[in-house]
């Protein structure tokens, strides 16, 4: 086998790998949406995105995608994280991993503060992350949130996207239709004016 046969192999078998470590660390969780779909759907949309768009190929961001909300969601750590997939992989997630101790809106700020100061690669994973989820706000959302609830998350969403523009056309368009669509499944839940 030629050396870039086995960084090749090395490197489909990386990102497998945090598929499956994803699956089974996020079993049973499911998105937000009423649908009620599972929570790796969102992960795999993610790590999807990357690997189409990214004009460099980069499988420890695409790993990274796969386990992005890992730290967030399940009891892993960001040790865990590192000791399976080495440290490029944790500092990704880590980049992209909120303060689980903080109320939402102060998350949510922080988020859009802290943003400029990431990697390029993790500023990529938020941009594919924000398409996901205003993807599901357009197509599926939470049950419970009125139209006000939809329209706050819609600007944090593209906050966010805003910040993150101008690495990848690709992804930055993606996440213009994905706004685009969110706004307008928001509008439709307006009474008609008289
Ligand atoms: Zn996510």
């Not at 990102?15 to 470590?21: D, I, P, Q, S, Y």
């Amino acid at each position: 086998m030629s050396e870039d046969d086995r960084v090749l192999r090395d490197q489909i078998a990386l990102v497998t790998h945090a598929a499956g470590f994803a699956a089974r660390v996020h079993a049973g969780q499911t998105r937000k949406g009423e649908s009620g779909a599972a929570y790796i759907l969102h992960l795999a949309e993610v790590a999807d995105l990357l690997a189409k768009a990214l004009e460099e190929p980069d499988a420890e961001l695409v790993a990274a995608a796969w386990l992005h909300d890992a730290v967030e969601k399940t009891k892993i750590t960001s040790e865990e994280i590192e000791s399976v997939f080495g440290p490029r992989v944790a500092s990704l997630v880590a980049e992209v991993s909120d303060d689980k101790s903080l109320p939402e809106a102060e998350r949510h700020h922080m988020q859009i503060e802290m943003i400029g100061e990431k990697s390029e690669a993790a500023r990529l994973l938020r941009l594919a992350d924000k398409i996901s989820g205003l993807r599901e706000l357009a197509e599926d959302p939470p049950a419970g949130w009125d139209m006000a609830r939809r329209r706050d998350w819609l600007q944090f969403a593209t906050d966010v996207v805003d910040r993150c523009r101008g690495l990848n056309t690709a992804l930055d368009l993606l996440a213009d239709q994905a706004a685009a669509a969110a706004c307008r499944s928001i509008d439709e839940l307006a009474p008609p004016s008289a």
